[in-house]
């Protein structure tokens, strides 16, 4: 299964339980796509979010973002990985 | 010790291997700054690279990819993972 990564912007001052319960919010719905969110990493100062997902597609990625209430900004096909 | 992720642009084009001698460039100095970089994904069509570390602050990371030959273009703290 391909391999992406999204960019959220606009998180300045997110916390630890912002990103759980929105992480928390992309796993109820995900297997709707077969996406698979793995991991997700935030910096509040900044306000970036980038999220490593698996999925069939990058639409799959962004409409399951959308439906869980925080479209992703960019969203990356990343097929090289070391 | 705080996680990182860093990102180049303008890497079109790149392939696996040129990804990975990318990453044993970083690995073969990291640990003058005590940086650990994890992994690595690439979009070739965008020529976006995300770059995981471990390391004592961003300037380390910075430090080492600038020595390694590919400085990042930004270097972010991402001390909320999920």
Chains 1, 2 share one sequence.
């Not at 606009?10 to 912002?18: D, S």
């Not at 759980?20 to 979010?49: C, M, N, T, Y």
């Not at 973002?65 to 090289?80: K, L, S, T």
């Amino acid at each position: 299964m391909p391999e992406f990564m999204d960019v959220h912007r606009n998180m300045v001052g997110i916390t630890q339980e912002a990103l759980r319960a929105a992480h928390d919010a992309d796993l109820a719905i995900q297997g709707d796509e077969s996406v698979d969110f793995k991991s997700a990493w935030a910096d509040p100062e900044s306000g970036l979010v980038y999220c490593l997902s698996e999925a069939p597609s990058a639409d799959a990625v962004r409409r399951i973002h959308e439906r869980a209430g925080h479209p992703a900004d960019e969203v990356h096909p990343v097929p090289i990985r070391v």
